[in-house]
């Protein structure tokens, strides 16, 4: 039987190995993406190793209007991961109140919006799982990254409270919250930078996107089926 995955923000770099990875186990997916056409192109063209249906879907989250496009191109769903996001680095005092409004609508609103959605189809299956690519500066927080801190931290609040409403109706919400991933997103950092960086992490270096996939792989397996409302660390030992 056919087991479909909405993957939002299939195109980023940790979007593309968690695509890849359920792939690679069976799933057929929904890939979201909106503006990195580029990425999506790669990420089918790598997909057709493993044969199996994978359906792009182009929406701009940022919208009410793209959320609602998005939902109508879901037929059947058992699993759902959020991993659509954007960084913004940058003083508080110096942000806009239109990047404050983009980035509440893109991390938060969409997420609750698409869930609400989409909850009546796992309903009819009586089971799935739901998962939110969250980060490390949802739990703790950062300097120049105050409305990210705020929207990644929403993301964990919504996953808890979300998890124990549902829970009767068989399906499991949990998050992944990655640390230092090696990824285009810290291409901005010097050398010495990512030096200093990474002799912060315990282990020693920065993750990879193929190991956030795993913890990903896990949390929606049978093997996490005692799972629910727990916020998984994908960070090296960063800030633990």
């Known amino acids: 039987m056919k087991k479909w995955a909405l993957i939002t923000g299939a195109s980023g770099e940790i979007g593309k190995a968690i695509s890849r990875k359920l792939a690679a186990e069976g799933y057929y997916l929904y890939l979201h993406y909106y503006q990195n056409q ?17 359906i792009p879907i182009r929406a701009d ?24 996001g954007k960084e913004l680095n940058k003083l508080l005092i110096d942000t ?41 500066w949802g739990e703790t927080g950062a300097a120049l990254e105050t409305v990210y801190s705020a929207v990644k931290g929403g993301q964990i609040a919504f996953a808890k409270a979300l998890s124990k409403e549902v829970a009767r109706n068989g399906i499991r919400v949990n998050v992944v919250s990655p640390g230092a991933i090696q990824t285009r997103m810290n291409q901005f950092l010097a050398e010495e930078e990512k030096y200093d960086l ?43």
């Not at 793209?66 to 769903?77: A, C, P, R, Y």
């Not at 938060?108 to 089971?127: A, G, V, W």
């Not at 020693?204 to 990903?216: H, K, L």
């Open 96 to 136: 806009n109140e239109e990047e404050i409004f983009f980035h509440i609508q893109l991390h938060m609103s969409s997420t609750i919006l698409l869930t609400k959605k989409l909850l009546p189809k796992l309903y009819q299956k009586e089971k799935g799982a739901i998962l939110f690519i969250s980060s490390i």
């Open 198 to 240: 990474e002799m912060e992490i315990a282990l020693g270096r920065m993750g990879t996107p193929e190991e956030v996939s795993e913890a990903v792989s896990f949390l929606l397996s049978p093997k996490a089926s005692y799972i629910t409302g727990e916020v998984l660390r994908v960070n090296g030992g960063w800030y633990t």
């Open 38 to 54: 580029q990425g999506m192109d790669e990420l089918l063209q790598q997909l057709n190793e493993w044969n199996g249906e994978y």
């Open 61 to 84: 989250l940022s919208t009410i209007e793209g959320v609602e496009q998005l939902v109508q191109s879901i037929f059947q769903i058992d699993d759902i991961v959020f991993c659509a």
